[in-house]
């Protein structure tokens, strides 16, 4: 089978291991599929998604000259609509961040974002002062 970078191909998973999955795709060629190309969803552990002799889809993403061949599952499935539905709030979280500073100046923006930070700052040192004991008497 030739293969190329970008082609979907079919493949078996042959073997597990904590940063990735091996897998089949025909008689002499094989490839990993590294964690993070697993799944849209985060994952703590490969074998929490995927398990021996596995039948996946798998994209091509590099070809290297020593004969290293890097997959994606992740690259083959389409988005699913709950994400997409999951994005949107932001959007509309944005929006209106963004028609309450209208009338605000940069300089302004910036003035109260350094003013709350560095209050946010002086409560965390006061914090960690009365937990380590070093409260100002």
């Known amino acids: ?6 082609k979907i191909v079919d ?4 073997g597990l291991a904590k940063f990735g999955a091996f897998v089949q795709i025909d008689e002499n060629t094989s490839g990993l599929v590294h964690i ?3 799944s849209n969803d985060y994952i703590k552990e490969v074998s929490d998604v ?8 798998v994209k091509v993403l590099s070809i290297d000259p ?4 890097g997959l994606s599952i992740k690259q083959t499935e389409e988005k699913k609509k709950s994400e997409y ?4 709030p932001q959007a509309v979280t944005l929006s209106k961040v963004v028609h309450k500073t209208e009338n605000t100046s940069f300089d302004e923006m910036l003035s109260k974002f350094m003013k709350d930070s560095n209050e946010k700052i002086e409560s965390a040192k006061q ?3 009365v937990r380590q004991g070093k409260t100002k008497r």
């Open 1 to 6: 089978m030739e293969l190329e970078v970008g």
């Open 11 to 14: 493949g078996v998973v042959t």
């Open 36 to 38: 993070s190309e697993v």
């Open 50 to 57: 995927l398990k021996k002799g596995d039948k996946v889809k």
């Open 66 to 69: 020593s004969g290293k061949i």
């Open 85 to 88: 539905k999951k994005s949107v």
């Open 127 to 129: 914090r960690k002062n």
